[in-house]
């Protein structure tokens, strides 16, 4: 299984961006995606996620300029971003929590995408 997220640049104070994000392999069932964010000297955190079948969850920092969504039919997951602030560079990663299939079983487990960097400059 793979994450293989796209998107990421170069802002100005803002400006938008979109990322995108899609799950790869031998997938049975994907349970929530998610973006999360780091930014230099900083811990990771949530940016914002989606259950399968729930509504979207936001960081408080993030609500009202940033929108997640789901394709079920693709495994992806987009996050649009608007407004878009210096405070908001970091760099982004796709997270997935899914059940694959593996020699004959399946499996859950969460999986991480390679980072995308995103600069918002002032």
């Known amino acids: 299984v793979q994450l293989q997220a796209s998107g990421g640049g170069l802002v100005q104070t803002g400006g938008s961006l979109r990322l995108s994000c899609v799950a790869s392999?031998?997938?049975?069932?994907?349970?929530?995606m998610g973006w999360y964010r780091q930014a230099p000297g900083k811990q990771r955190e949530l940016v914002a996620s989606i259950a399968d079948g729930g509504s979207p969850n936001y960081a408080d920092s993030v609500k009202g300029r940033f929108t997640i969504s789901r394709d079920n039919a693709k495994d992806a997951v987009s996050l649009e971003m608007n407004s878009l602030k210096p405070e908001d560079t970091a760099v982004y990663y796709c997270?997935?929590?899914?059940?694959?299939?593996?020699?004959?079983?399946?499996?859950?487990?969460?999986?991480w995408g390679q980072g995308t960097l995103v600069t918002v400059s002032s």
């Open positions: 392999g031998n997938i049975d069932s994907i349970h929530h």
């Open positions: 997270n997935s929590e899914l059940t694959h299939w593996w020699g004959g079983s399946r499996f859950r487990q969460n999986y």
